[in-house]
């Protein structure tokens, strides 16, 4: 039985005979070529259209670096078309940004908008108190393609938004769309987080009162985030301001992050940027702030103002 | 020999699409140039126009004022989002010249008092609608002693979102573009300003009685544009004649629905 079974299976187990073995490697042949002509037509399809990110063009610099990365580590979470929408952004208790619609939170530039660098860094740190990992792994060039593709996300983004805003008459055609997309995702004026002036004087008095006319509105006058407003974000979402006397804080809690948070703001959010106030000013400001949060200071910070509140109880 | 044929025709195929793909645009980076030219204006004409609503106003009650009391309720806080006075006549509208190429400056802003300027007194943005030239500085003041913040919900231009603490009396601003432009304050959520900002000089906001004026305008045709933000806008086209006034109105019957 077996064996009349073996005999017969035989010729179809070995293929075709001599003639036919030479055919059907020509049909893979054929075959092959029409696989690779087509992949040559859909390859680049796929790149120009829809499959990867609608609108995008690889990159001068980085090719198609950005966008492999961000669809290996990123899009499970802010989804591939960066919406905010990944496969386990449900499973998340902060959802993950959207970069389509929401401009990025963590800048360092005085015309509201992130550097290269920002984003570089929230790349490369992650955020503690959220839930986007840190990658320390990625080299310098891959976290700087990771950046440009997320920044060109968010300037497709702005292309749809302006697309959709102004009809007819108002128009703007595709160098205009190109020009302001651009202008909106770009920073023109970044800064380096600048030391604190000589004469500057770490003193919590002044810094409390900076606080208390600038931030306790809507972060409570003791910084736990239960100032009288409510408040919503741009897309309309309500949300609190953070209680600072809880580290860790979202956007990093050294005193040189703190100083980017309360010089530029956090676009999105009502947190507002601070051009009215000098940049010692501002350092009181992350001094008392990293007090509130029961951080170490600078050198001689602490006695003047303990000092301060035992003369208060005094009188 | 075959497999190494196969591997060079595949490899053809690869340099091919490689070929395809490297071709990438650059962004422009440089802004375009103002698309209106300063002329001469000798003996233009000009336009007296008059705005109308003749729909139903609802009686306005004072908003809810819940933070910083002492300050923002001195008075009663009327939203300025449909002003309609005894005659239909709408206040805070803006009639502009659409697309006019040539025409006259923009008037003098070098003096402290020509600049152009919205305060924040009293919890409200006064005045509730600015008409600003597009690169130029704007004055941002707080005569209000509390924070307020100055929050734009600009497409055109880059948003802002700029503290102004009770001690901060006043900043600047500038908007690249033409657009008109809600700010907003986060501590006062009734506070709600606009900017129209402008490449020509040609844009009057309405008074109190609906009515503006468009003055020193080169005779032609031109297509006037009436917006406000609560009723939309509409649109006249009207021919200008050397020295002499065009009188025009726009009335509006009803509210526009929302699209949100």
């Known amino acids: 039985m077996t064996n009349e079974f073996a005999n017969q299976s035989q010729p179809d187990m070995a293929g075709l005979p001599a003639d036919d073995v030479s055919t059907k490697k020509w049909m893979l042949v054929l075959f092959s070529i029409v696989f690779m002509g087509s992949l040559t037509l859909w390859l680049p399809a796929c790149q120009k259209n829809n499959l990867i990110l609608a609108g995008y063009t690889p990159s001068e610099e980085y090719g198609m670096l950005g966008a492999r990365l961000y669809e290996a580590n990123c899009a499970s979470c802010h989804g591939i078309d960066g919406k905010g929408n990944g496969v386990a952004a449900i499973t998340l208790d902060v959802p993950p940004r959207d970069f389509y619609n929401e401009p990025f939170r963590y800048i360092s530039s005085d015309d509201g908008v992130a550097t290269d660098a920002d984003l570089v860094q929230t790349i490369r740190h992650g955020r503690v108190n959220g839930e986007m990992p840190a990658a320390p792994w990625l080299n310098d060039d891959e976290a700087k393609a990771l950046a440009e593709y997320v920044r060109e996300i968010n300037r497709l983004g702005w292309v749809e938004r302006l697309a959709e805003e102004f009809s007819g008459d108002d128009a703007l055609d595709n160098d205009e769309l190109e020009e302001i997309s651009w202008e909106r995702v770009t920073a023109m004026e970044p800064y380096a987080v600048p030391s604190p002036s000589d004469s500057f004087v770490p003193n919590l008095n002044i810094g409390r009162e900076l606080f208390t006319q600038t931030c306790a509105s809507c972060h409570g006058p003791s910084g736990k985030g239960d100032g009288p407003e409510e408040l919503v974000d741009e897309q309309g979402t309500p949300i609190i301001a953070r209680d600072l006397t809880r580290a860790p804080i979202r956007g990093g809690d050294s005193s040189e992050e703190l100083f980017k948070r309360i010089r530029s703001g956090i676009p999105g959010t009502p947190m507002p940027a601070q051009p009215g106030y000098t940049d010692d000013e501002i350092w009181q400001l992350v001094h008392f702030t990293r007090f509130l949060m029961g951080q170490p200071l600078l050198d001689g910070w602490q006695q003047s103002f303990v000092q301060q509140i035992l003369d208060e109880g005094e009188n | ?260």
């Open chain 2, 1 to 260: 020999m075959r497999s190494i044929k196969y591997s060079a025709v595949g490899l053809l195929f690869v340099s091919l699409m490689l070929g395809v793909s490297a071709g990438s645009d650059t962004l422009t980076k440089q802004p375009k140039k103002s698309r209106y030219t300063v002329i001469d204006v000798e003996n233009g004409g000009s336009i007296t126009g008059l705005v109308k609503y003749t729909g139903k106003v609802e009686a306005s009650t004072p908003v809810e004022v819940t933070t910083t009391e002492d300050i923002c309720h001195a008075e009663p806080i009327f939203k300025e989002n449909l002003v309609v006075n005894s005659d239909a006549g709408v206040r805070w509208a803006v009639a502009s010249i659409k697309n006019i190429k040539k025409g006259k400056p923009f008037p003098d802003s070098s003096a402290p008092e020509d600049q152009v300027k919205m305060n924040q007194i009293g919890c409200v943005f006064t005045p509730h609608v600015v008409v600003a030239q597009v690169g130029k500085n704007v004055l941002l003041l707080n005569d209000d002693g509390v924070l307020h913040n100055v929050h734009s919900w600009s497409k055109k231009n880059r948003s802002i979102n700029i503290a102004m603490p009770g001690s901060v009396k006043e900043m600047k601003t500038k908007f690249r573009r033409a657009e008109r432009i809600r700010v907003t304050c986060d501590v006062h959520p009734w506070m709600i300003g606009w900017f129209f900002t402008t490449e020509n000089p040609y844009a009057s906001v309405t008074a109190e009685d609906g009515s503006f004026s468009l003055t020193d305008i080169p005779p032609g045709t031109y297509t006037i544009e009436l917006w406000h933000e609560t009723l939309g806008t509409q649109e006249q086209t009207v021919t200008i004649d050397s020295g002499k006034a065009t009188e025009i109105e726009f009335i509006f019957n009803d509210i526009p629905a929302q699209d949100d």
